[in-house]
């Protein structure tokens, strides 16, 4: 079958990639991209476990078909730290004990982040509900929360 | 599957009526998970937002014109639709996560057919209008004709939702939508209630609409309840009126989310209470818009 050329700007580097038009964001982005930070937990839209920001928004980019971002921008986790610096929530889930078997880290950031990119000092229910979408099965969501209140302390302050 | 992103409207209708196995989507999210679920992709996928009027919400003295595959989080983060339709908007709001708002839309939630469709009572309440296009150019059905059965439209093969309208809220009208999950967030609904309610100067009921979610094969608007409605206020007998009819509107199906009983129960709960803060709304917005 014939393979769709696609150009996009992903973590701030143009990206050009050749995929089959059935295949989702995500699968695009680890198998011809190479990021393998976004994952996928269900497939489904349920786990937010390959949340990644198009175009500035979250979405679930298990249920984008990969020709569709053609001419976007894309945010994976593999984006945030800066020149080797980790971003502030990074460091906050790193110090905060916020993950345990991970899978479910790069989403939680990038869903954060995008939280945080619209309102830098949100309540507790705030962040819980903007969260929603994101699926832990280890930590019991506490320290994630706590994690997403210090960074966004941290970056009120810088 | 091959993946086409028309820019026009006549484009995609011309594609869809070449090809008989296209299908239309906007964010995905019900199609995607249908397709993982085993149902058998179509040959061609047709994106429709990359159309200008399919992702475009704008208003003008007589009507809000809300493009079919817009993204329920720019209603959501619209001020002046909110405002305006704050049932409506919680509706919507309610679909999903953020990452799941950022990418449904309110066509895509009425065609899928889903009797849980969170949207469709609130646009049913409203009166909202569905502009559809076609090989022979465009038709207009109110959001109530649209969804035949679980899973069916009244829509042919080439047609597909451009826009809905919705007109102007008039004064003393308020509308609003309560639903019941078993969670806080991100469940589908056992029960859901839209209600509209248009206050007389005297402050009795002139206009009422309730429609229920999720307790029949498709959303149902409960006539019995609005007529006990109109022409009286909120009092004991009249609300206890509506809760009546609105179980008795109810033929739901028995699952692990709710018993029949159960949802026949807190569809009247519902109602009321969706009755009530439309109530609270119209007082509110005395004046004009
Ligand atoms: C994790 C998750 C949570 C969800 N939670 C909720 C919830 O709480 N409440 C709720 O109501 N739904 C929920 N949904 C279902 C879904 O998100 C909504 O129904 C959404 O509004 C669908 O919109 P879409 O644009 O993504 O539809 P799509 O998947 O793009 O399309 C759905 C169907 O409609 C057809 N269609 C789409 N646009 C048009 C059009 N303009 N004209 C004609 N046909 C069209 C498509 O062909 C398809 O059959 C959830 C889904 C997921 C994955
Ligand atoms: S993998 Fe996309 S939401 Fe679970
Ligand atoms: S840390 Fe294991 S799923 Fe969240």
């Known amino acids: 079958m014939a393979r769709t050329h696609i150009t996009t700007v992903v973590n701030g580097d143009e990206t050009e990639f050749l995929t089959e038009d059935s295949t989702s964001l995500l699968n695009a982005l680890r198998d011809e991209v190479g990021l393998t930070g976004a994952k996928e937990g269900c497939g489904t839209g349920d786990c937010g476990a390959c949340s990644v920001m198009v175009d500035d928004k979250v979405t679930c980019a298990c249920l984008v078909f990969a020709p569709e971002v053609d001419g976007s921008t894309i945010l994976t986790v593999e984006g945030l730290a800066d020149s080797g610096e980790l971003h502030p929530l990074q460091q906050c889930f790193l110090e905060g004990a916020a993950l345990q078997c991970g899978i479910c880290t790069p989403g939680f950031l990038i869903s954060a982040k995008a939280l945080l990119d619209k309102n830098p000092d949100p309540t507790e229910t705030e962040i819980r509900y903007a969260l929603a979408g994101n699926l832990c099965r280890c930590t019991g969501y506490d320290k994630i929360i706590r994690a997403v209140q210090e960074a966004a302390r941290e970056m009120r302050d810088q | ?289």
């Open chain 2, 1 to 289: 599957m091959k993946y086409v992103a028309p820019s026009s409207v006549e484009e995609a209708t011309s594609l869809l009526s070449s090809s008989p196995s296209a299908q239309v989507f906007a964010g995905a999210t019900d199609v995607v998970p249908q397709i993982r679920a085993g149902r058998p992709a179509p040959e061609v996928l047709v994106d429709l937002k990359k159309i200008e009027e399919l992702v475009s919400v704008a208003n003008d003295e007589d009507k809000w014109t809300v493009g079919a595959a817009t993204p329920t989080a720019n209603l959501t983060d619209d001020p002046a639709f909110s405002e305006e339709f704050p049932g409506l908007t919680e509706a919507a709001g309610l679909i999903g996560s953020d990452q799941i708002q950022n990418r449904s839309s309110l066509g895509g939630n009425l065609c899928n057919g889903s009797p849980a469709a969170d949207s469709v009572p609130a646009m049913v309440v409203n009166g909202a209008r569905a502009v559809v296009a076609g090989p022979n150019g465009t038709r207009v059905l109110d959001v109530a004709e649209v969804v035949t059965g679980p899973g069916q439209t009244s829509l042919d093969a080439d047609e597909f939702i451009v826009e809905f309208e919705i007109d102007r809220i008039p004064a003393r009208t308020g509308d609003a939508y309560l639903r019941m999950i078993p969670r806080t967030e991100m469940d589908i609904a056992v029960v859901g209630a839209g209600a509209r309610i248009t206050l007389a100067e005297d402050g009795s009921i002139e206009h009422a609409a309730l429609a229920l979610a999720a307790v029949a094969p498709t959303v149902v608007r409960v006539p019995e309840a609005e007529a006990a409605l109109v022409g009286n206020t909120a009092d004991d007998e009249t609300l206890s009126a509506v809760a009546d009819a609105a179980s008795e509107a109810c033929d739901p199906i028995d699952d692990k989310r709710g018993t029949v009983a159960y949802r026949r129960q807190v569809a009247g709960v519902l109602a009321k209470r969706a009755v009530l803060i439309a109530i609270e709304r119209a007082q509110q917005r005395n004046g004009t818009n």
